[in-house]
């Protein structure tokens, strides 16, 4: 086996954990509505209009979290290594995940367009980005970048992930957080 089969055979071993551990929900990271006691524009107390939004909040929230749909998730079509684009990430072993749906984001408007805050919106819950794997000597360790962002440009986070091949299977066996934005 050729060493970047190899390494392509070790990713498709690893990336639905990885991407399980890293994701971010886009939909469900903000809070609930700010209970806002006084109506602007009347002056007056309101009390209804917040257990309106606030009862609307949480249905929405766990919607999404029951919901047995797919989660679009946006994969960086190429995987990174000290900032050089390498070769083309392939989604194709991962298109009968039950739980997630994963689609290059090329095929997406750019990220700083998208509307965040619209949880109906078609747009990927977050992205993905990945580095290739660099491996011990022995090829019993790797450790792999990985960020997500959820969209908009306006958050994000990047990671530095260690996998380990135990009894001929690779996991993750650690994760360190190495920036937030």
């Given at each position: 086996m050729s060493e970047s089969d190899f390494e392509k055979n070790?990713?498709?071993n690893?990336?639905?954990e990885i991407v399980d551990s890293i994701y971010r929900d886009r939909?469900?990271?903000y809070p609930p509505p700010h209970?806002?006691?006084i109506d602007f524009k009347t002056n007056k107390r309101d009390t209804v209009g917040y257990q309106k939004k606030l009862k609307k909040y949480w249905h929405d929230h766990d919607s999404i979290i029951n919901s047995k749909a797919k989660i679009l998730i946006g994969v960086y079509d190429y995987v990174e290594n000290n900032g050089i684009r390498n070769e083309i990430f392939d989604l194709t072993p991962f298109k009968d995940n039950k739980k997630f749906d994963f689609q290059y984001i090329s095929k997406f408007p750019k990220e700083e367009f998208w509307d965040i805050n619209d949880i109906k919106s078609p747009m990927p819950v977050c992205t993905i980005k990945i580095s290739n794997i660099h491996f011990n000597k022995n090829k019993t360790l790797g450790t792999i970048e990985a960020s997500v962002s959820n969209g908009g440009g306006k958050s994000g986070?990047?990671?530095e992930i260690t996998i380990e091949n135990k009894s001929g299977k690779w996991h993750i066996t650690k994760i360190f957080d190495t920036w937030v934005s």
């Amino acid at each position: 086996m050729s060493e970047s089969d190899f390494e392509k055979n070790v990713m498709n071993n690893v990336f639905i954990e990885i991407v399980d551990s890293i994701y971010r929900d886009r939909r469900i990271m903000y809070p609930p509505p700010h209970p806002r006691i006084i109506d602007f524009k009347t002056n007056k107390r309101d009390t209804v209009g917040y257990q309106k939004k606030l009862k609307k909040y949480w249905h929405d929230h766990d919607s999404i979290i029951n919901s047995k749909a797919k989660i679009l998730i946006g994969v960086y079509d190429y995987v990174e290594n000290n900032g050089i684009r390498n070769e083309i990430f392939d989604l194709t072993p991962f298109k009968d995940n039950k739980k997630f749906d994963f689609q290059y984001i090329s095929k997406f408007p750019k990220e700083e367009f998208w509307d965040i805050n619209d949880i109906k919106s078609p747009m990927p819950v977050c992205t993905i980005k990945i580095s290739n794997i660099h491996f011990n000597k022995n090829k019993t360790l790797g450790t792999i970048e990985a960020s997500v962002s959820n969209g908009g440009g306006k958050s994000g986070s990047g990671f530095e992930i260690t996998i380990e091949n135990k009894s001929g299977k690779w996991h993750i066996t650690k994760i360190f957080d190495t920036w937030v934005s």
